[in-house]
Every structure is written in structure tokens, then in C-alpha cells.
């Protein structure tokens, strides 16, 4: 299996971020999976790699991102370590920095000679859902979209927690991993009201004329399944498969250091292989 790491730089601040691509390499056109981390993950967070060796060993190539503001860096990328710039993150930011991504793709600075762009797919994972719906939205070069328990849209807090946030100028939110309280500016809120046209799921979603296909486990704990419910009523075409007994990350955790997925991951990627098939 070949695997290459590379740099790339956001639209934003030229911050620099950190993405990797595998592939098996032989001569054969490759449709191309990128794979989108969700709210405090990364690229190789948990079974990620597991995952994009499953996409790899199944002719694809399959492409991970950090994102720019998601606090890892180039020099750590495999942690949240930078608290200011996860801070100053919002959906405009990663948007933007997958826009970076898939323009590179159609670059002739990709140095991936056997992949077929005409077969172009996005995967994400819980925030990451709600990202790879709304990129598909706006760029037609992607062909078919899912999501592992996606969020159900943007803004998702309630009027009390804004208007302290507001107030305050930052709210925090606990790490789990490591248990370090992490910032988050208000200015996640200003963004969206900014660009409401293109962050709204509601407004967005609807639009969307790519294949889509929603996974969720009935036993999340983070994301609840009436979220699929939600963003299938949006798409009526979107395709919904509800998975016994999973959680939000489908029974894996980070670090993973199995070389098989858990049954239900495996579930899930089962369903996603066939709806990029298709």
C-alpha cells in the first residue's frame, strides 16, 4: 500500500494543516474517499486508519484532513493542542480547508497519478457529517456523500447559551481524552449569522441533488438517531440505515489499536462501500 503525508494552507490566516492519502499502486483508476473527522477529533483519530485502509484495500484511495483552526498542528497533529486556534474555529474554516484539499486533488501538484476525480466522495463523522453535507452542497465535483451520526445542523445551541456566550466572549468545552477545558469564541456565532446561507441545514440541504446516504447508531449517546430523522426530512432522497446497538462512534475509541474495526463500524463502512458502489 502506498502512503504519502502532505501539507497544505487555509484560505484563513495561512495557517498550514496536515492531510494523507493511501492507495493500493497498481495501474487501475481509483475513485477517491475523503474522510472528515468530527469536534475535537483528527485525521487519525481512533479507527481512522483502520477505516482508510478498508477504503484503500477495496480499490479506492482514500484522503484524511485536519483541519486548519481544529487545534492540532503540523508539528503535533495527533492531539488538540493549539487552544487558541480551536477556539477561533467554525464551519466556514473547515469548509474552506476541504475546498483546499479537493482543489490540490484536480492539481497537478498531486503526485497521484491513478485516481479517477470523477468519482469523488465524501465521509464524515459527526461534525464531520454536517461538513461533507454541506461542501457537497456547494461543489459539484463530488459525486456521493455519507455521513457516520452527523450532526443535524449548525447551530444547535440554545438562546440562553448564546446570549452568555455573547456576553462572555468564549465558552468552553471539556476534552474528553484529556480532560483540558478547550475555548470557544463567540465568533463561531458571528460566522454563522454571517454566512447563514451557506451554513444553514435547513436552507442548504434541500439543494443537494448528489446520492446521500445517513448511518447513525440507535444507542448514541452524543449525537441522538432523531438527528438522521431530521436531515432525512430535509433530503426525502437521502438513504437511512440505522445500526442496533451502536454509539456515536460506532463502539470504537481513540486510541484504537486493533487492526480489525468493531462489528458495528464495520456495519457501517459495509453500508458505505455499497452506497459509493452504486
Not at 180 to 192: F, K
Request: aromatic share 10%; with cysteine.
Amino acid at each position: 500500500m502506498k502512503k504519502i503525508e502532505f501539507v497544505l494552507t487555509s484560505k484563513h490566516n495561512n495557517r498550514r494543516f496536515v492531510a494523507d492519502a493511501r492507495w493500493i499502486a497498481n495501474h487501475t483508476k481509483k475513485p477517491t474517499v475523503i474522510l472528515v473527522h468530527g469536534f475535537k477529533g483528527f485525521k487519525d483519530w481512533g479507527a481512522f486508519n483502520v477505516i482508510a485502509d478498508q477504503f484503500a484495500n477495496n480499490g479506492y484511495c482514500c484522503v484524511k484532513l485536519n483541519f486548519s483552526s481544529d487545534g492540532t498542528t503540523v508539528d503535533y497533529p495527533f492531539e488538540v493542542t493549539d487552544h487558541e486556534a480551536f477556539g477561533n474555529n467554525n464551519f466556514s474554516k473547515e469548509l474552506d480547508d476541504l475546498g483546499v484539499l479537493i482543489d490540490w486533488l484536480h492539481s497537478e501538484e498531486c503526485p497521484i497519478g491513478t485516481i479517477d476525480l470523477s468519482k469523488l466522495y465524501l465521509l464524515g463523522h459527526s461534525r464531520g457529517g454536517g461538513v461533507v453535507l454541506l461542501k457537497t452542497a456547494e461543489d459539484e465535483r463530488i459525486k456521493k456523500v455519507a455521513t457516520l451520526a452527523s450532526i443535524p445542523q449548525v447551530n444547535t445551541f440554545s438562546e440562553e447559551t448564546v446570549e452568555h456566550w455573547k456576553k462572555e466572549g468564549v465558552i468552553h468545552v471539556v476534552n474528553g481524552r484529556t480532560n483540558e477545558e478547550l475555548p470557544l469564541y463567540y465568533q463561531a456565532v458571528e460566522d454563522y449569522y454571517a454566512h447563514e446561507e451557506r451554513l444553514s441545514m435547513m436552507k442548504v440541504l434541500p439543494t443537494v441533488t448528489q446520492p446521500i446516504l445517513h448511518i447513525h447508531g440507535d444507542q448514541d449517546e452524543t449525537v441522538p438517531i432523531k438527528a438522521m430523522d431530521f436531515l432525512h426530512q430535509l433530503n426525502p432522497a437521502s438513504i437511512c440505515k440505522t445500526i442496533e446497538g451502536a454509539s456515536h462512534t460506532f463502539n470504537t475509541k481513540h486510541p484504537w489499536t486493533e487492526d480489525t474495526l468493531s462489528e458495528n463500524m464495520q456495519t457501517a463502512i459495509d453500508y458505505v462501500l455499497d452506497h459509493f458502489s452504486e
